[in-house]
């Protein structure tokens, strides 16, 4: 999958060029605070606890149940990482309640997290879900979720599913995307080709971007955000949809203009908004069409990327940190349904760095949509002298976030 890494990079090493600047934009215009998608201009509450011994109240642009799915998720993710399944097993049902269709890596979170506290009784929903309305059949469901931490019980009902075919739904819309897809890949297969046809490629690829969205805006105004329960988890035996969609609206974004930069905007947004995109999805696009316009003006600014390898070493965001800088930006987060910054800087480390520990076991996610991203230590370096900070601020002590979380109880 050619997922724009070249433009991934670009906007990285603006981020490292931003260590000067210092984000102080106005919270309530930054996510276009008008009515998204046809919702209650009053503004959703979202109850999320930002500390241990403290409650924050948070103005949600999501739906209402929306937001209450995402405060329970987020609930989930804490518990995991202080290794209380039972508590995240809780939070996962009450999660469910509040989402027509729950995010496929969720449901499977919730199988796993059960076979951890002996909760599996709890999984008819998950299975249903995943089975029923994803898209998924039984060897896809066993190659994410290991057949031993079902019950008979479970077995017996995901072969009594798989018994009737599921056909998937919107078949001319999945047909469609499809195409976009292949046209999308096609266009930048630059392999054997010199630089003078490489430039005349790049000319033809940004024209190629602007008519696939084009077509991708009205299959969106027929069918509506290409969501799991309208098109499944996986594209292919290697691919899931979800990246390819991510990977649509990525170069959308990078070849966007004045007239069509709003409706992608548009439709990102409203697909957060309703509950058809992962927040956390949403949040890393809308932070690198931020950078790619070289400017904070439009406050997109979600730090979707809490960790950055640079040769490998652990580092937080370079940028000049202020208690008020964090506020906003975890506002901003937690507006559209993501747990604040620090707590999910954790939570990516100990599944990162808990993952390599145990020498590649797996371990239950708390944010499996996790932005990592790699830079080289000469560019860091660089960039560091020239604004006259000390590296050595923004290193991250994993020891101290690994002993924290006790990676070896979430193997499963």
Same mark, same amino acid.
């Given at each position: 999958?050619?997922?724009?890494?070249?433009?991934?990079?670009?906007?990285?090493?603006?981020?490292?060029?931003?260590?000067?600047?210092?984000?102080?934009?106005?919270?309530?215009?930054?996510?276009?605070?008008?009515?998204?998608?046809?919702?209650?201009?009053?503004?959703?509450?979202?109850?999320?606890?930002?500390?241990?011994?403290?409650?924050?109240? !948070? #103005? @949600?642009?999501?739906?209402?149940? =929306?937001?209450?799915? /995402? $405060?329970?998720?987020?609930?989930?993710? %804490?518990? *995991? +990482?202080?290794?209380?399944?039972?508590?995240?097993?809780?939070?996962?049902?009450?999660?469910?309640?509040?989402?027509?269709?729950?995010?496929?890596?969720?449901?499977?979170?919730?199988?796993?997290?059960?076979?951890?506290?002996?909760?599996?009784?709890?999984?008819?929903?998950?299975?249903?879900?995943?089975?029923?309305?994803?898209?998924?059949?039984?060897?896809?469901?066993?190659?994410?979720?290991?057949?031993?931490?079902?019950?008979?019980?479970?077995?017996?009902? !995901? #072969? @009594?599913?798989?018994?009737?075919? =599921?056909?998937?739904? /919107? $078949?001319?819309?999945?047909?469609?995307? %499809?195409? *976009? +897809?292949?046209?999308?890949?096609?266009?930048?297969?630059?392999?054997?080709?010199?630089?003078?046809?490489?430039?005349?490629?790049?000319?033809?690829?940004?024209?190629?971007?602007?008519?696939?969205?084009?077509?991708?805006?009205?299959?969106?105004?027929?069918?509506?955000?290409?969501?799991?329960?309208?098109?499944?988890?996986?594209?292919?035996?290697?691919?899931?949809?979800?990246?390819?969609?991510?990977?649509?609206?990525?170069?959308?974004?990078?070849?966007?203009?004045?007239?069509?930069?709003?409706?992608?905007?548009?439709?990102?947004?409203?697909?957060?908004?309703?509950?058809?995109?992962?927040?956390?999805?949403?949040?890393?696009?809308?932070?690198?069409?931020?950078?790619?316009?070289?400017?904070?003006?439009?406050?997109?600014?979600?730090?979707?990327?809490?960790?950055?390898?640079?040769?490998?070493?652990?580092?937080?965001?370079?940028?000049?940190?202020?208690?008020?800088?964090?506020?906003?930006?975890?506002?901003?987060?937690?507006?559209?349904?993501?747990?604040?910054?620090?707590?999910?800087?954790?939570?990516?480390?100990?599944?990162?760095?808990?993952?390599?520990?145990?020498?590649?076991?797996?371990?239950?996610?708390?944010?499996?949509?996790?932005?990592?991203?790699?830079?080289?230590?000469?560019?860091?370096?660089?960039?560091?002298?020239?604004?006259?900070?000390?590296?050595?601020?923004?290193?991250?002590?994993?020891?101290?976030?690994?002993?924290?979380?006790?990676?070896?109880?979430?193997?499963?």
């Amino acid at each position: 999958m050619k997922n724009g890494k070249d433009y991934n990079m670009s906007c990285i090493l603006v981020a490292v060029l931003w260590m000067l600047v210092s984000i102080e934009s106005q919270v309530a215009n930054e996510f276009n605070l008008e009515n998204p998608n046809g919702h209650n201009k009053e503004q959703n509450d979202l109850l999320i606890s930002q500390k241990s011994n403290s409650t924050v109240k !948070i #103005n @949600s642009y999501l739906s209402l149940n =929306i937001s209450k799915y /995402y $405060k329970y998720i987020n609930l989930a993710s %804490r518990a *995991i +990482y202080s290794n209380n399944f039972n508590l995240a097993s809780n939070y996962y049902d009450s999660a469910f309640i509040y989402h027509q269709h729950p995010f496929y890596e969720d449901l499977i979170n919730s199988i796993i997290v059960n076979s951890k506290c002996g909760h599996q009784n709890d999984n008819v929903i998950a299975i249903n879900h995943l089975l029923k309305n994803k898209g998924i059949n039984t060897s896809n469901l066993f190659q994410l979720i290991p057949k031993n931490l079902f019950t008979d019980k479970d077995l017996k009902l !995901i #072969n @009594s599913i798989q018994i009737n075919e =599921i056909k998937p739904l /919107y $078949k001319d819309f999945i047909e469609s995307l %499809r195409e *976009i +897809y292949f046209s999308d890949q096609y266009i930048r297969d630059y392999k054997s080709i010199d630089k003078e046809a490489r430039k005349a490629l790049y000319n033809k690829r940004d024209s190629v971007d602007m008519v696939n969205f084009v077509n991708f805006q009205k299959l969106y105004r027929k069918y509506g955000f290409p969501s799991e329960n309208k098109v499944g988890v996986f594209f292919d035996n290697e691919s899931k949809w979800i990246d390819v969609i991510y990977v649509l609206l990525l170069h959308f974004i990078q070849n966007s203009d004045e007239l069509t930069i709003n409706p992608i905007i548009e439709i990102i947004k409203e697909a957060t908004y309703s509950g058809a995109y992962p927040s956390s999805k949403a949040a890393s696009l809308l932070d690198l069409l931020d950078l790619n316009n070289g400017t904070r003006v439009n406050a997109y600014n979600f730090l979707s990327t809490t960790l950055f390898l640079v040769d490998g070493e652990p580092y937080r965001p370079f940028i000049i940190y202020s208690d008020s800088l964090m506020k906003s930006i975890n506002t901003r987060r937690l507006t559209i349904g993501l747990d604040s910054f620090q707590v999910s800087q954790k939570q990516v480390v100990c599944q990162f760095y808990g993952t390599k520990q145990l020498e590649n076991k797996k371990l239950i996610l708390m944010a499996p949509y996790a932005e990592i991203a790699e830079l080289p230590y000469s560019l860091v370096k660089r960039s560091a002298e020239e604004v006259n900070i000390d590296l050595n601020n923004y290193k991250i002590n994993t020891t101290k976030i690994l002993d924290e979380c006790s990676c070896q109880e979430k193997v499963y």
